[in-house]
Every structure is written in C-alpha cells, then in structure tokens.
T-cell receptor, first 114, second 111 residues
Framework: DTEVTQTPKHLVMGMTNKKSLKCEQH?????MYWYKQKAKKPPELMFV???????INESVPSRFSPECPNSSLLNLHLHALQPEDSALYLC?????????????FGSGTQLSVL | SQQGEEDPQALSIQEGENATMNCSYK?????LQWYRQNSGRGLVHLIL?????REKHSGRLRVTLDTSKKSSSLLITASRAADTASYFC???????????FGAGTRLFVKA
C-alpha cells in the first residue's frame, strides 16, 4: 500500500464552524506533513510530525491545530477560519531522516471558507 | 523566500517535442527532487538527484544538477498530452524534514 488517503476531498465551511481534515497512511512512514497550497502557487509547509511528535510549526495561526494520534493518522483541526484560508490542503508522509527523503502526497482536501 | 525558483513559469509545446524546465536554489543541499502535480491533485514524486550526482535518468525524464551554479534542469523527452501538469523542484533542508518547493512550471502539451 503506497497511498496517502485524505478525507474529505472537498469541504465548505463557515467562519464559525469547527471541522477536521484527516490523513492516513499505512506505509510505516514516521514523518507526516501538512502543506497548504493556493491556486497556481507551490505547496507551503505548515506542520511536520516526526515519530508522532510535532517537529516543525511554520508559524501557522492557532485556528489550525494539528494532531497525530498514532503513526498512521494525522488530523488538522480547523476553527474560526477566514476566507483567505481557502486552499488545497495536502498531507504527505515520508521515511524518517537518514532514509529516502521523498514525500508521498495525498490527493488533498479542497477547502472553501465562506 | 522560497528555496527553489523555476523557469519558465509556463510552457506550451506540441506532443512529441521535448520540454525543459529549470530550477535554481539558494542554499547547500543534500539532494534535489522533482514532483508533478495534475490540476487540483496531490503531488507525485518523479525523481531524486543527490548532491554528488550530475545527471540521472528515469524513463523519459532526465535530470541534471549543477551544484556550483545551484541549479537543476528537468528534461521530458517525446512529450505526451498526459504530461500536461505542473512540475515543481523541491529541496529538503533543516535536517531533511523541511522540503521547500519552487514556484513551479506549468506544462501544457498539445495533442
């Protein structure tokens, strides 16, 4: 199984809603990532988890709250988002540092904040 | 600022022609990677070239790396309509967990 599965594929939410994005992989990868991508722009790193611990937070606003319940799952909890947070949210995973560093991406969640 | 910058921003070619995309980066790297993204989808890893390699091939893909100029190029030979996508170079740093993507080249291959 070489897939990273993201749900939902599409999400529309109001600014007062609370929602969660989910990501799952069964490749035994111990590093997992959240990226945000605006249209016609490259992905921008948000968070990195290594061995279920938050390793990197790229100064992301607190309305985005990541969670890594176990080595296969990664969540991104959303609360009080702004319309400018509308974007494609991509989850990725990789082997730990020292191994092959290539990233495996999910298909993303297209988020629209109204 | 982004680790990798790419040119051209967009490229339109006929099926069967070759497509060349260039990437420049700013800091020392252990490796450089290229990814493809179809519209609205996730990125797919294409090829990784390590800092001690100068050229690497994978099927119709050829990647070169010039560490003295901090640049890389991706050549797609005999392009197909299915190659239509955005292509990003990416460089990992900060211990390898922080992969930063270049601005990307949007390739359109006309049938």
């Amino acid at each position: 199984d070489t897939e990273v599965t993201q749900t939902p594929k599409h999400l529309v939410m109001g600014m007062t809603n609370k929602k969660s994005l989910k990501c799952e992989q069964h490749m035994g990868h111990r590093a997992m990532y959240w990226y945000k991508q605006k249209a016609k722009k490259p992905p921008e790193l948000m968070f990195v988890y290594s061995y279920e611990k938050l390793s990197i937070n790229e100064s992301v606003p607190s309305r985005f709250s990541p969670e890594c319940p176990n080595s296969s799952l990664l969540n991104l909890h959303l609360h009080a988002l702004q319309p400018e947070d509308s974007a494609l949210y991509l989850c990725a995973s990789s082997l730990p540092l020292g191994k092959e560093e290539k990233l495996f991406f999910g298909s993303g969640t297209q988020l629209s904040v109204l | 600022s982004q680790q990798g910058e790419e040119d051209p921003q967009a490229l339109s070619i006929q099926e069967g022609e070759n497509a060349t995309m260039n990437c420049s980066y700013k800091t020392s790297i252990n490796n450089l990677q290229w990814y493809r993204q179809n519209s609205g989808r996730g990125l797919v890893h294409l090829i990784l070239i390590r800092s001690n390699e100068r050229e690497k091939h994978s099927g119709r893909l050829r990647v070169t790396l010039d560490t003295s100029k901090k640049s890389s190029s991706l050549l797609i030979t005999a392009s197909r309509a299915a190659d239509t996508a955005s292509y990003f170079c990416a460089t990992p740093y900060t211990g390898g967990f922080k992969t930063i993507f270049g601005a990307g080249t949007r390739l359109f291959v006309k049938a």
